[in-house]
């Protein structure tokens, strides 16, 4: 058995230095290379795929499609220009749908 491949998705100077410790990347800039680089790794052997929050806005639709799937898991980084804050929204929304309350930031929940 193989062990699933990590990927990330983003702009090129932000996924750079993932290249270097082995992991396959996909550059891309524009919304249609976002959603080309998304279909792929949903279709491979990927268990994990990082993305630039940036990159992930751009491929909103794509997400949310894929958003049931168990693998591989879709994390938001970011980007060498900065955080959108979309990784800590997704974590927090997380936690709070499992536990009934927002626990990170101490409100009740929805």
């Avoid at 090129?12 to 550059?27: C, M």
């Amino acid at each position: 058995m193989s062990m699933p491949k990590i990927a990330v998705i983003g702009d090129r100077d932000s996924i750079l230095g993932f290249k270097a410790v082995g992991v396959t990347t996909f550059p891309v800039t524009a919304a249609e290379e976002v959603t080309g680089a998304l279909r792929q790794v949903f279709g491979g052997d990927y268990g994990v795929v990082f993305i630039t929050e940036q990159a992930a806005v751009q491929a909103g639709d794509v997400i949310k499609e894929y958003s049931e799937r168990n693998t591989p898991i879709l994390i938001p980084i970011p980007s060498s220009r900065g955080s959108l804050g979309l990784g800590m929204q997704r974590i927090r929304g997380s936690v709070e749908k499992a536990v009934g309350a927002d626990i990170l930031f101490g409100k009740e929940g929805r």
